[in-house]
């Protein structure tokens, strides 16, 4: 599979905790390759997850996660949240910019080609990985320049 060039993504949620003091909670983030849209009506993408990864306990208990499509330019990102068993660098979000969602309280990177705030309405077990099925309750698609970061034969690449 590492022959089929696949765009990349930043998914992120938030773990929320309860504190005596108010709301409190972490940000995750994690990259991936396995994206891609199910249905336009009503609007649906899929998420691959290995099965037992932060992301996937996390969204197995928090319904409400965010997307971002990543650019070429973004590639430092991608680095980042793919990074396997180094959990306090994933959660580094300061010196990347972002807004919070509004419908999921997750981070949507600035400067993505699009993001997306979505709610889980399937998880289906398929192998090693569980596939997440999501409704898109927002989308957007700032004014970002260039191309998308593509993922190809083990490499982050540009397309052209």
Same mark, same amino acid.
């Given at each position: 599979?590492?022959? &089929?060039?696949? /765009? ?19 940000? #995750? $983030? ?19 997850? +290995? ?6 306990? =996390?969204?197995?208990?928090?319904? =409400?996660?965010? #997307? ?10 991608? $680095? +980042? ?23 999921? /309280?997750?981070?949507?990177?600035? $400067?993505? &080609?699009?993001?997306?705030?979505? +709610? ?6 398929? $192998?090693?990985?569980?596939? #997440? ?12 320049? /260039? ?6 034969? /083990? ?6």
């Amino acid at each position: 599979m590492s022959r &089929l060039a696949a /765009g990349v993504v930043l998914v992120t949620a938030h773990e929320a905790q309860s504190d005596p003091d108010g709301p409190s909670g972490e940000d #995750v $983030g994690m990259t991936a390759t396995s994206f891609m849209s199910v249905s336009l009506d009503p609007p649906l993408v899929l998420i691959g997850l +290995r099965e037992g990864s932060r992301m996937d306990d =996390l969204l197995d208990e928090q319904p =409400l996660w965010a #997307v971002s499509v990543l650019s070429e330019s973004q590639r430092h990102i991608a $680095g +980042r949240f793919a990074m396997k068993g180094r959990i306090s660098d994933r959660l580094l979000f300061e010196d990347i910019p972002y807004v919070r969602g509004k419908a999921s /309280g997750a981070l949507l990177v600035s $400067g993505a &080609l699009a993001t997306l705030e979505c +709610r889980t309405e399937q998880r289906v077990t398929a $192998g090693d990985h569980t596939l #997440v099925i999501g409704r898109v309750l927002t989308s957007s698609l700032p004014s970002a320049d /260039g191309g998308p970061l593509a993922y190809f034969r /083990g490499r982050y690449r540009q397309l052209g």
